[in-house]
């Protein structure tokens, strides 16, 4: 079957084309500075053909009206019309307590999902105006919505309750949600293929980039996740400050003069890497700043590996014991030196890796085992595919729709 993967953002359209029969990409692309003067990239996988332009978008409906004229396209593009796309998958950042899977797209889960704008405002709005873009110019392709919480929709009640009024969850649904939902559901289907089981494992799947999530996965489903209601919690990002003191945002707003929205825009766009080192949120940066003597950058770095390394081991006291931990995304498959500042000191839960093999695995290499043979606890490095789960998932709804 073939799926387009719709990734919408505010200003931005991400979109990929899938051949199911064999999990390929044919093309990719993406629409950005939507709403301001917009600009299109596009490239046909098997050719290499490339093509890129200017061109006004003032809202996702056009952007998708140029998605369609770049794959329709006779010389870049990769199907003759759009009758041979099969269906749309949409990338949808939070679900709420409303979607514990993905959904076929109708009136009543677009309605839920407006519900849900509180939740995630900075992306359900552009998810949205992504589906009304797709519905206007493919009306008569099922769409599937995939959501990043779905997948963390297995925590038992103790560990998804907050510590509040029960009245508060009951009317707002404040509770612990998760994210980065399909890329831990994909690094941890892979990693019990390597076990060869999924009743009985207990796995921690570390998905760290410019945004991190950690979670433990038991017997193939979540038990716990680090990020919370929102995707600000957990640990330290590229700009988000991960867990700290709630007074700490009171106290801040009276010394800073600020108001909710911009409290809110501080700690996700000003904290994190770019706010401990005074550096960059991009870790890369961060390494050429440590070795030109930046104490601040160091600092920045062994506050992250600090942080996954007490997440690793509460989660394995949690699932009472732990078969595997893996690394995965922009950070987790690229820097080694935050895969050893989280690794060193988990000795006493029988994690060994080789530090040579460690120093020279990045994404390109494919999935790698940094453990060595006497490690009790696996230890890889699996890139993540979140787009072919969404593809996956939305080949599935659909067939079984009809």
Excluded: W
Excluded at 150 to 164: D, N, S
């Amino acid at each position: 079957m073939n799926v387009l993967v719709v990734n919408a953002g505010s200003s931005s359209l991400k979109y990929q084309l899938f051949d199911t029969a064999n999990g390929s990409v044919v093309a990719k692309g993406l629409c950005e500075r939507i709403g301001i003067d917009g600009a299109i990239t596009h490239k046909q996988l098997a050719s290499g053909k490339e093509y890129s332009a200017q061109l006004p978008m003032p809202n996702h409906t056009a952007a998708m009206t140029y998605v369609v004229e770049a794959l329709t396209n006779a010389d870049h593009g990769c199907v003759k019309s759009m009758d041979e796309i099969e269906a749309v998958g949409h990338r949808i950042v939070h679900g709420g307590a409303y979607f514990s899977e993905s959904m076929l797209l109708n009136k009543d889960v677009l309605a839920k999902l407006e519900l849900c704008r509180d939740l995630a405002p900075l992306h359900t709005g552009a998810h949205i105006q992504g589906i009304e873009g797709c519905l206007a110019v493919m009306p008569n392709t099922p769409q599937v919505l995939v959501f990043d919480t779905a997948f963390h929709q297995t925590m038992p009640k103790e560990a998804y309750t907050y510590a509040i009024p029960t009245e508060l969850y009951e009317k707002y649904a404040i509770r612990r949600y998760g994210f980065h939902g399909t890329s831990h559901s994909y690094v941890s289907a892979e990693m019990t293929k390597i076990l060869g089981k999924v009743e009985g494992t207990k796995i921690v799947t570390c998905h760290l980039g410019n945004g991190s999530s950690i979670s433990a996965v038991k017997d193939g489903k979540v038990l716990d996740t680090s990020m919370g209601f929102t995707p600000l919690a957990g640990v330290e990002m590229g700009t988000r400050c991960g867990d700290i003191d709630p007074a700490i945002v009171p106290f801040l707003m009276d010394k800073l003069n600020m108001n909710t929205t911009q409290i809110n825009d501080y700690l996700n766009k000003k904290c994190g890497f770019l706010g401990v080192s005074g550096v960059s949120s991009d870790c890369r940066d961060l390494e050429a700043a440590i070795a030109a003597g930046n104490e601040n950058a160091k600092l920045a770095m062994d506050l992250l590996g600090y942080q996954i390394k007490k997440y690793i081991g509460s989660y394995a006291a949690a699932m009472g014991g732990l078969d595997a931990i893996v690394f995965t995304a922009g950070i987790g498959e690229n820097t080694a030196s935050i895969r050893k500042r989280a690794l060193d000191g988990l000795e006493f839960l029988g994690v060994e890796y080789d530090a040579d093999v460690n120093e020279k695995t990045f994404g390109r290499n494919g999935v790698t085992e940094l453990s060595t043979k006497n490690s009790k606890v696996k230890v890889y490095m699996i890139p993540t595919n979140e787009e072919l789960v969404i593809a996956s998932d939305t080949e599935a709804i659909v067939k079984a729709s009809k």
